[in-house]
């Protein structure tokens, strides 16, 4: 594939697709319902559905039985914590692979036309972007994710919370659970963005966030390198299944999106080819801007939320302006009157 005849490239070989970004119409104004329906199918596929399948498999073929998950045992909860390694490392390890270290594409479609490999840095740890990423996710990253994982399964095992069960013949609780799923990716949009914005405050950036923005371009084991109080913080949406009626499934279904959905923003390329014809968009973008300019997309756009707020940047010239703008209106108002 050709990707300039999706995008452009600068002088320093970066590239943008042509298009601007747009936010989801869900709750955009002005509201359309035809435009809602245009939008779903993208909002659902490939990724969404990619993952509640994954976490179909995982909750039907590798999570221990409830009588085992009732008391709380070294052997399922190291089970839980390979099978989440074993997870990761294939996803991760693959699109790494692929891309990263074999560059099967080269950097068609990469939005910064630098690979990280070939920039060592100090600040990471080795002096390497994939070693210091992989360590920060398997050493921090998914203890705490099964952490979380572990304590809301025992509470469900243990009836603490409004937990449901399929087939219960209450039409409403399935309707409940059915909207439950679809509107979780929304919830962990939102979620995320709160505690994004909370660590993007000057000293919480300096001693937490600053880890995971060292990867100014990102790749695929960038996803989950970060401090272990930012995975504190990130996973913590996950409680919400002790508050509201769901299903253990669905709780899986969130640490998918939350979990090996991290990869999806921050993989640095817009497609990934699958053949010379064919390629399967990231949606990436929205996310790779925020790692390149720190103060802009603090969510990804499903939500209106960075345009409500004024930090939406659409990947154009014009946001490039308007962010320039922005900064300067701010640098000002700092100045003290003279």
């Not at 590239?15 to 779903?40: N, T």
Request: hydrophobic share 45%; with cysteine.
């Amino acid at each position: 594939m050709d990707d300039q005849d999706f995008g452009t490239r600068d002088k320093r070989g970066n590239w943008r697709p042509h298009q601007a970004l747009k936010v989801g119409p869900l709750l955009d104004y002005p509201w359309s319902g035809l435009r809602v329906l245009r939008w779903l199918p993208s909002y659902l596929l490939p990724w969404n559905a990619a993952f509640f399948v994954l976490a179909c498999l995982l909750w039907f073929c590798l999570t221990p039985p409830r009588e085992e998950l009732a008391t709380l045992q070294f052997g399922w909860i190291a089970w839980l914590f390979i099978r989440n390694t074993i997870l990761v490392f294939l996803v991760f390890g693959a699109l790494e692979l692929r891309l990263y270290i074999q560059r099967k594409q080269a950097n068609r479609f990469k939005y910064n036309a630098r690979f990280p490999a070939d920039a060592p840095a100090d600040v990471f740890w080795f002096n390497s972007q994939i070693k210091d990423n992989m360590l920060r996710t398997f050493l921090s990253g998914l203890p705490i994710w099964t952490a979380y994982e572990v304590l809301l399964l025992w509470c469900w095992a243990n009836g603490f919370g409004p937990w449901a069960l399929w087939g219960d013949g209450r039409l409403g609780l399935a309707v409940w659970l059915a909207a439950f799923a679809l509107i979780l990716p929304l919830i962990h949009e939102l979620h995320f963005y709160c505690i994004h914005r909370l660590i993007h405050l000057p000293k919480l950036y300096k001693w937490i966030h600053s880890v995971h923005h060292n990867s100014i371009n990102p790749s695929p084991w960038s996803s989950l390198s970060m401090h272990p109080i930012e995975h504190l913080l990130y996973w913590s949406d996950t409680l919400i299944h002790v508050l509201v009626p769901s299903h253990p499934l669905l709780l899986l279904y969130h640490f998918q999106i939350s979990g090996t959905g991290a990869v999806v923003g921050h993989v640095g390329f817009d497609r990934i080819e699958t053949s010379d014809s064919q390629a399967i968009k990231t949606h990436a973008y929205a996310h790779y801007l925020h790692h390149k300019y720190f103060e802009v997309n603090y969510a990804d756009g499903t939500l209106p939320l960075d345009k409500w707020m004024g930090t939406w940047h659409d990947g154009t010239p014009e946001g490039d302006r308007a962010m320039i703008e922005r900064y300067r209106k701010r640098k000002a108002s700092r100045k003290p009157a003279s």
